[in-house]
């Protein structure tokens, strides 16, 4: 199963710089529990802003066509070849940033957005549209909620392209 998390503001904005826009205590609780023990992907800006380094107790795979090498991450050049590395992953959850999650949402099969009620006027990264999506569970919290978003059953795409005319099917 391909999910995405992501802290969505109102406007549907995610970041500023290369950081969160919002830090709820909670909804990092909430992150951690959700990827724990399963596969991590996430782009190189993306990568670079954890203050750590690769999340601890999980797969973390970078997407990017420049970084080549980091300890404790694996480095593929596209989303099809990250993907194609997951398939026998069980769970994979991409974690951004903004191109990460425009190129994945058509192929992902959950949400789970933490909506947050405010917006911010400073802001250069977006998640896109998620119209298609049917809710499946809200708990609502003071200025935000926990949002798990399901893919409507003909609103999916079956195959992210690799390049050179190469496909691969999820």
């Known amino acids: 199963m391909i999910c995405i998390i992501a802290a969505v503001a109102a406007n ?96 992902a099969d959950r949400l789970y957005i933490t909506e947050i009620d405010s917006t911010t006027e400073h802001a250069d990264s977006w998640f896109p549209a998620y119209d298609g999506w049917k809710l499946k569970e809200k708990t609502q919290r003071q200025g935000y909620a926990f949002c798990v978003y399901e893919r409507k059953k003909d609103n999916r795409q079956a195959s992210v392209g690799i390049g050179d005319g190469d496909v691969i099917d999820i």
């Open 12 to 107: 549907r904005a995610i970041g500023y710089r290369n950081h969160l826009l919002f830090h709820i205590g909670e909804d990092m609780t909430r992150f951690r529990e959700l990827t724990l023990g399963h596969t991590v992907v996430m782009g190189r800006h993306t990568f670079e802003s954890l203050p750590n380094g690769p999340l601890p107790g999980r797969r973390n795979i970078v997407v990017s066509t420049t970084m080549k090498h980091a300890n404790g991450v694996e480095v593929y050049g596209s989303i099809a070849m990250a993907m194609k590395a997951c398939r026998t992953d069980d769970t994979i959850f991409i974690i951004g940033g903004e191109q990460i999650y425009r190129q994945t949402i058509s192929i």
